[in-house]
């Protein structure tokens, strides 16, 4: 079988620049670019895609959702098992009965969307990167348009009109003079077939992905996620089971993959594995061909690659994984997880509670697509936004259309909601203006109020100061520093205590006679008073039980304060 890797992403001695800018025939200006963005923003919001990863033995469905916090959720999911069909069938030799399947997995999965992003397996699709004259966007549109591109760069034994053809460019080298093209094709009458099981199924397929692709897209996204990775720029996927097997590294977010070969009595080892002879056999054979794959790697672009991702589909996979380590002991085997950061609800947090959730990397990776008409999604680098769909183009157009068709009828309508609000807006000035000329009682009533308030400010403060010049007659000092102590001592009287009588020597004592309501407030009038700056001490010299007005239901206590002042 021919290896539809060959000379995937080899990349130059040379790292080329990478200028997208250069390559735009022309340049939008600032007001339309504001309106392509405002309206993209809204159709991917509006446009949402399920992932629909087909196979003989099962269907699962994904469809994932950003929180205000934009944080990923996944909204749905659904696993439905298909049984009946041979083990090593595939899914284009029984249309009519997974499209059945999938029309019960969609009504059991209660999805509502009708857009499906569907994978197809990479044995489908010839992937190649060629290299080409550097040529302007409008340039490489013609040639493409007369395929007179491709007949030079990419050889194929059928004819072109019987493929239909994805491409990209990857890089642009201004010092060569060169750039390169991601070139993705697969036969029109495969394509046709898995669209045709999709709409069967009830669903309109928006985005034919291959498999491997839509696996970097979930790793891609896990990571930026998760953030737990030690090189950002460095990746290693291992895609290991019975369909598809491949090292897969991801350097500079380009991937870089090597097939991985096994025989056809390996499948059957793989799915029985009670010969542990075959099984040691199988591994060196595997883990010869990874060792190979990642050495390459490392000396063609000194890049130390210490861990591999690991998808696969087997249930005793951890079982191989502990004989890959075994055999490659400086490089770790770890199961990839595609739901690593995702918020999981309640509901469907047990259907994917497994122990090997990497078999879910390629619904997660296609679920992770919007199909975005106006480039928001749109990434330089290549491979994100693959689309084998022939009547792709009309599709975008369609689905242009519709968005500015929806954002005109949006326009209008916050238009009308505008001049309704304006016209609100003034009905109630007209209303407050008309309320304000016969409110005048209130606001006198308020204003009298906020005077009332003050005047009794005013009077408490009043009352504060002529008690503090009742207590000075007492004083029989006339220093200066008497007033400014004095002013201390009335500062300091908690509320339940009144002063009977103040003696001062004139030089630095203060005898302080009065009634308090209780000891705590006895307690409260020293502390305040040793807290003053012109204050040294303040202790209680005597205390004894006194009543007031001669009513012995109102007791107080009488107090005597002896306070030693500072020298000054």
Known sequence: MKNPFANLFKKKDAAPTVKP???????????????KNKIGKSSVKGEEIVGVDLSTNEIRLAQISTNKSNQWILEKFYSHKIEGLPENSSVLEHPDKVAEELKIAIQKSKISTSNAAIAIPVTSAIIRVVTSPLMTDEELHNAVKTDSLWENLVQLTDNLDDYSIFHQVINRDQTGNTMDILFV?????????????????????????????????????????????????????????L????????????????????????????????NQEEMEALVRRYITQVKQAVQDFETKYEKRIRNLKVTSNLANVETYLASFRKNLVNTGFNLFDPLDGIKIPAQIEESVKLENRSYLSTVMGLAFRKLDVFGYFKFVTAVKNINLLPNRDAMIKQKKAKAFSNFAFKGILGTVSVVYIILFALSFWQINSLNSKITNYSQIVQTHQERSDQLAKISKELSKLNKSLELSKSIKSNKKISFRVLAQVASA?????????????GTNQILIQGLAASDQDILKLISNLNNKKLISQASLASMDLSTASGNTNNAMKGFLINCILEKV
Do not use: H, W
Request: charged share 25%; net charge negative.
């Open 493 to 505: 009287v908690p509320k339940r205590v009144r002063f009977t009588k103040i003696d001062f020597n």
């Open 185 to 241: 094709a697969s036969k029109l009458a495969d394509i046709n077939s898995y669209t045709e099981i999709i709409k069967k199924g009830g669903m309109n397929a928006v985005i034919i992905d291959v498999k491997c692709f839509a696996l970097k897209s979930a790793v891609d996204q896990i990571n930026q996620i998760s953030g737990t990775i030690e090189d950002s720029n460095l990746t290693a996927v291992l895609e290991f089971g």
């Open 21 to 35: 800018e250069a390559s735009s025939p022309k340049k939008e200006n600032f007001f339309s670019k504001l309106i």
């Open 243 to 274: 369909d598809e097997n491949y090292v897969m590294i991801l350097y500079e977010n380009n991937p870089i993959i090597t097939d991985i070969f096994i025989r056809g009595q390996d499948r059957t080892t793989l799915i029985e594995s009670n």
